[in-house]
């Protein structure tokens, strides 16, 4: 089993995959960025890190292999843990590399020292953005001669003339013009008066006013988070856990059919997230230890 391929499935939809008794793989989303090196613009990513204090299992890995190979829970949390013994002698004699997310080693202290790739992009909204390069603005220095009044020909004494009769002109032109204007706003001024005086002494009466329209809106609140009780292959089997939980006071439903053809069933669903995780974490003390939490807007 290639471990390594499941991590990367989850790691489009969720922000931690925590392998048990290992660590966990943590993404950070980042803005674009320019890369001043190769004048290349960057699209926004999820930036790949580990951590090796996550080594609690909280179920997600082993749950979703056990969906896609259609073994048991038990089975699943096995193979994980084989593969993770595997990993840790292969470190013990070098450095592993994992398909698309990295290479582990040990420092001089026994620690293990994380490289990520940077060939994957993990956020789903960059799929199809690719990295732009531009050259490089070069800029030159202009030297402005500056004019000197002796390189200034003469003008001649007739062309200063015309130019003293162009702006007299003028000036009285735009005098004129203002004081049309001038009038202009008066008159306008004065209508307006009037107009407003008839306006308010006017009484409006509607005969037949029409009926007020009560609409009542109401809007919807969608619940993208779901604590997840299973997954079954024949639907009969999805409605009888349905009616086994509800018995148990839990709200729950059908939130439709995975990618392997299998009918999930939620607990519940929730709006907030906060409040998903404490049921999650209720339900995994009290009542099942294979609940897992899924993201999804069902319509």
């Known amino acids: 089993m ?12 969720y922000d931690c995959v925590i392998i048990p008794d290992f660590g966990g793989f943590v993404t950070n989303r980042i803005g674009a960025t320019f890369n001043t090196s190769n004048q290349t613009f960057n699209a926004p990513a999820k930036q790949l890190t580990f951590n090796n204090h996550l080594k609690h ?3 997600l890995l082993a749950n979703y292999i056990a969906s896609a190979e259609q073994i048991s829970f038990e089975k699943a949390a096995a193979a994980i843990s084989l593969s993770v013994i595997n990993w840790q002698n292969k470190l013990q004699r070098g450095s592993i590399e994992l398909n698309n997310l990295g290479t582990f080693s040990l420092n001089e202290e026994q620690k293990i020292v994380f490289t990520p790739t940077t060939e994957v992009n993990y956020l789903t909204s960059s799929f199809g953005l690719s990295s732009v390069a531009t050259s490089a603005v070069k800029r030159h220095n202009t030297t402005v001669k500056p004019l000197h009044e002796n390189n200034q020909k003469a003008l001649p004494s007739f062309i200063k003339y015309a130019a003293t009769a162009a702006i007299l002109l003028t000036l009285g032109i735009a005098g004129y013009n203002g004081y049309q204007q001038n009038k202009q706003k008066e008159t306008f001024a004065k209508q307006e008066k009037i107009l407003e005086k008839k306006l308010q002494s006017a009484t409006f009466v509607i005969q037949n006013p029409l009926p007020t329209l009560q609409l009542n809106v109401s809007k919807k609140i969608t619940k993208p988070f779901h604590v997840v009780a299973g997954a079954f292959q024949y639907p009969e089997n999805a409605a009888k856990k349905i009616q086994q939980l509800k018995k148990q006071g839990f709200n729950a439903k ?4 995975n990618k392997w053809g299998l009918t999930q069933v939620c607990f519940d669903s ?9 049921s999650l974490n209720k339900i995994k003390r009290t009542v099942s230890e294979d609940a897992w939490l899924l993201v999804k807007n069902i319509k």
């Open 254 to 257: 059908i939130i439709g059919v």
């Open 2 to 13: 290639n471990l390594a391929n499941y991590i990367n499935d989850l790691l489009y939809r």
């Open 57 to 59: 299992n909280d179920g």
């Open 270 to 278: 929730f709006a907030e997230k906060n409040d998903a995780i404490n």
